[in-house]
């Protein structure tokens, strides 16, 4: 049987590796980086949404006082990667040392929030949820992620992404 903490950790590997890859990419690489980053976000924003909206409530219903830290640090964490360092990454030039070392953050950010949900949300989560729910959850989300509406909360997602990327972008001088 399939359990969404599997089908999540899968996907935190995937990203670990596409972030291995575009950190040892040069700026001359512009193309690479582009393509990689489309990778990143095709892989993050789906499953960060899913989290947000499915994932985290459910167990924050469930979770004890002390446990409900959890929730408020993990979606917290979310947010800073949404609201600054993802708008960040698209202001720079994609051949920029800004561009680099963006990505080089939220690569260790996405490192520091998957190890922490894999190492105490999730042995929490198999506490709370039995394996029927653990996999009736998984069914969820992969049922979710070919729908509309996880296609237009990510579309709507990278939008917002976009339009603070605007705004941080360096004016030219005159």
């Known amino acids: 049987m399939s359990s969404i ?3 999540l950790k899968n996907e935190h590997d995937t990203l670990r590796a596409l972030f291995a890859r575009i950190n040892a990419t040069t700026d001359s690489q512009k193309e690479t980086r ?4 489309k990778q990143i976000e095709e892989a993050l924003i789906p499953h960060s949404k899913w989290e ?7 167990f ?10 959890l929730y408020a640090t993990s979606m917290q964490e979310h947010r800073v990667i949404e609201k600054t360092v993802l708008p960040d990454i698209h202001a720079a030039g994609y051949d920029t040392r800004q561009f680099a070392g963006s990505t080089k953050v939220l690569s260790e950010l996405v490192e520091h929030h998957a190890e922490e949900e894999e190492t105490q949300l ?21 049922k979710w992620k070919e729908s509309s509406a996880a296609s237009a909360m ?3 997602a990278k939008l ?3 339009a603070k990327a605007a705004l941080h ?5 005159g």
């Open 5 to 7: 903490i599997d089908t």
């Open 160 to 162: 917002k992404t976009a």
């Open 60 to 69: 924050n219903k469930r979770a004890t006082h002390d446990q409900q830290l």
């Open 122 to 142: 999730f042995p929490a989560i198999k506490q709370l949820f039995n394996a029927t729910e653990l996999a009736e959850m998984d069914h969820q989300y992969a």
């Open 52 to 58: 947000e909206t499915e994932f985290y409530p459910a």
């Open 154 to 156: 990510s579309a709507f």
């Open 169 to 173: 972008q360096p004016r030219s001088p």
């Open 34 to 37: 582009e393509d990689l980053l």
